[in-house]
């Protein structure tokens, strides 16, 4: 298996965060965390499709050295949905701290049971 750094990297990133967000205490860190998994997703599959010297589908005479567009396509539109993620989350988080005065999840739940 031959990685390079950037994906040994964005693996990396990715398995930090699922343990950021399995052991954090508090909603904030949550979000932070599927936040960075988020980014970790994006900057692998960009560094898969990632080979130098390929140019871009734009013009008549490109030749076979082609880069393909679809893998960029994709993960703007990964990044877009991860930002209405984000933006849906810190709006909960808003109405739960507006509602409950806390961002801990402890707190959160025992205020739910009573």
């Known amino acids: ?11 990396a ?8 967000l399995i052991t954090s205490k508090g909603v904030i860190k949550g ?13 692998f599959f960009l560094s898969i499709g990632f080979q130098t010297g390929i140019l871009p589908p734009i013009g008549r005479d490109v030749g076979d050295n082609v880069a393909d567009p679809l893998p960029q396509a994709l993960m703007i539109t990964a990044i877009i949905i991860g930002v209405a993620v984000t933006a849906v989350n810190m709006t909960m ?3 739960l701290s ?15 049971m009573e």
């Open 93 to 95: 988080l808003i109405a």
């Open 1 to 11: 298996m031959n990685f390079e750094i950037v994906e040994l990297f964005a693996i």
């Open 13 to 20: 990133m990715f398995f930090i965060s699922l343990f950021g």
């Open 98 to 112: 507006r509602q409950f005065k806390t961002t801990e999840w402890d707190i959160l739940k025992k205020k739910k």
């Open 31 to 43: 979000i932070i965390s599927m936040i960075t998994m988020e980014i970790a997703v994006v900057m």
